[in-house]
C-alpha cells in the first residue's frame, strides 16, 4: 500500500470536500484520474497494477474516478482497458489512453478521438449536440510536426544548474507559439 504524503493528504480531502460539500448531487463533479500504465519493454506487457493500486487509495480516501486517462508509451490494448474497467469500476468507455505522441499539440486531438469530453458531459449532466472543432489545433499540431530547425533560447535562473529545474521551459515548443505571433 502506498503512503499518502501530508501535502497529498491535504489536497485529497479539499477534492472531497469539494466533491461532497460544495458541489453535492450528482453531476456537479468530474474527477479524471491520470495514471501510469507501464509498459515492460521485454515483453512489452502494460501494467496494470500501479493503476488499481491508485485508485485504490482514492477510493480510500472517499474519491470515485470518473475517467481514468493512462499515461502509456503505447495505446492501450482493449484487454487492459476492459482489466482497468473492471478492477478500478470505471467505464470501459471512460478510460483513455494518453500514448506518446509526437508533439503536446496532439494531445487534445487524442482525448477527442477517444471521445474524452463525452464521458465529461455525462459526468457533469450536461449535454450538447455540438462536436468539437479542432481545426485550429490541428493545423498547429501539424505545423510543429513540420518544424526541425533548432532554436537557441537564453535562460536566467537560480537553478539552471540542475538538469530537471526547469524541464517545463526546455520541453516547450517556443517557435510554433511565436510563429503566429
Not at 19 to 39: A, E, K, Q, R, Y
Not at 60 to 73: D, E, K, V
Request: aromatic share 8%; glycine share 4%; with cysteine.
Amino acid at each position: 500500500m502506498t503512503q499518502v504524503t501530508p501535502q497529498a493528504f491535504m489536497f485529497l480531502q479539499l477534492v472531497d470536500f469539494y466533491s461532497t460539500m460544495l458541489l453535492s448531487g450528482p453531476g456537479n463533479f468530474c474527477l479524471i484520474h491520470v495514471s501510469l500504465v507501464p509498459v515492460l519493454n521485454v515483453v512489452g506487457e502494460q501494467k496494470t497494477k500501479p493503476t488499481q493500486h491508485s485508485v485504490r487509495e482514492l477510493r480510500g480516501q472517499g474519491l470515485t474516478p470518473n475517467i481514468l486517462a493512462c499515461r502509456s508509451t503505447m495505446a492501450l490494448e482493449e484487454n487492459v482497458k476492459e482489466k482497468l474497467s473492471q478492477f478500478c469500476h470505471v467505464a470501459l468507455e471512460n478510460i483513455v489512453t494518453l500514448y506518446d505522441v509526437p508533439n503536446i499539440w496532439h494531445v487534445p486531438l487524442l482525448l477527442k478521438d477517444q471521445k474524452a469530453h463525452e464521458g465529461i458531459l455525462k459526468a457533469l449532466n450536461l449535454s450538447s449536440t455540438k462536436e468539437p472543432s479542432l481545426k485550429e489545433w490541428t493545423s498547429r499540431a501539424t505545423l510543429c510536426d513540420t518544424l526541425h530547425e533548432p532554436v537557441r533560447i537564453a535562460m536566467v535562473g537560480k537553478y539552471t544548474g540542475f538538469s530537471d529545474s526547469y524541464l517545463s521551459v526546455l520541453k516547450v515548443h517556443f517557435p510554433v507559439i511565436s510563429s503566429k505571433i
